[in-house]
């Protein structure tokens, strides 16, 4: 019987596709609003919502709430621990990737 | 709510997501309003009319630059861009990039210079530097639009270039060294240029992207 490799683990939080475009975005941008996300994920709006929360509660992303002009605006932000656990995991995501090939 | 909108996340799995194609869209859609090339306009606009009337005049140019332009900018992106696509930070690195990558072209088209006219000509010559003002402007700012085709992925970015090489040439060409008027021509060429590619992407960004009703979470 072939010796399986033991993978190593995966972030789950970040392994989501959702929250790993979201992650992916705010990575490049610094920081962005909810309608930005939406524009750019295609995500629906409970769908951006759900993992947005998530992401906040891992500590990857800060979320600002605030209003301009008497609209509400939401504010999203990439903690370094958020950096930090994207950039681990697209490194072990390639190890993982090229174990397979 | 479900707006009908597909999730494209549900059939995905990680490793089908093009992230480096997906961050450079993120990059670029904060270019495709276009008021990137309107701001330059105005600053490149602003510095030929100053350099034209006079280089003591630089001084106001700057200012102006530095306090007004900034402003404009921002007012128009939160009433054009950020209803239409919504708000994404201006990555501070770029700036700082976009100037480093302008010098390190600058110091490069320096040394070339002095190389072929220490070859060809004479280094003290300061008719020959004067003549070569306008292409060194075009050199330097070739790598700034460059550098900014590069991170966003926009094609217009790369005309630019080509233009601002071309534009500095043809300048240093038909300089008469006797001034610098030249570089005060060439700031106005592209001026003209950045106004006709920013204003044609604005017309066609809001055309594209009509203001969005929706609520935030």
């Known amino acids: ?101 | 709510m479900q707006t009908g909108r597909h999730d494209r996340s549900e059939n995905l799995v990680p490793d089908q997501l093009d992230l480096s194609t997906l961050e450079k869209q993120a990059r670029a859609a904060g270019h495709r309003d276009g008021l990137t090339e309107l701001n330059a306009a105005g600053v490149f606009f602003l510095f030929a009319l100053t350099w034209l009337a006079g280089p003591e005049f630089v001084g106001i140019a700057a200012i102006g630059s530095i306090m007004l332009f900034p402003r404009l900018v921002a007012r128009a992106k939160q009433r054009i861009t950020y209803r239409r696509i919504g708000y994404s930070a201006d990555v501070a690195e770029d700036s700082k990039d976009t100037a480093r990558g302008m010098l390190v072209f600058l110091a490069g088209a320096v040394l070339l210079m002095a190389a072929a006219v220490w070859l060809f000509g004479d280094i003290t010559s300061v008719e020959d530097w004067r003549r070569a003002a306008p292409l060194l402007a075009g050199l330097a700012f070739t790598g700034g639009f460059w550098f900014t085709a590069d991170k966003s992925g926009l094609f217009r970015f790369r005309l630019l270039a080509v233009a601002s090489i071309t534009v500095g040439v043809a300048t240093w060409a038909l300089s008469d060294g006797r001034d610098y008027d030249s570089v005060g021509f060439y700031l106005l060429i592209m001026g003209v240029l950045l106004l006709c590619t920013g204003s044609a992407a604005l017309v066609g960004f809001m055309r594209r992207h009509p203001i969005q009703d929706i609520e935030h979470a």
Do not use: C, W
């Open chain 1, 1 to 101: 019987m072939p010796e399986l490799e033991p993978f190593p683990d995966l972030d789950r939080i970040v392994h989501e596709p959702g929250r790993l475009m979201i992650l992916a975005i705010l990575n490049a941008v610094g920081e962005a609003d909810f309608l930005f996300l939406i524009q750019q994920t295609d995500l629906t709006r409970g769908n951006l919502s759900s993992h947005t929360t998530k992401l906040e509660k891992a500590g990857y992303i800060e979320i600002e709430k605030s209003f301009r002009e008497k609209v509400p605006r939401t504010v999203y932000r990439l903690t370094a621990v958020g950096r930090s656990a994207l950039l681990t995991y697209r490194s072990r995501m390639g190890d993982v990737l090229a174990a397979m090939s």
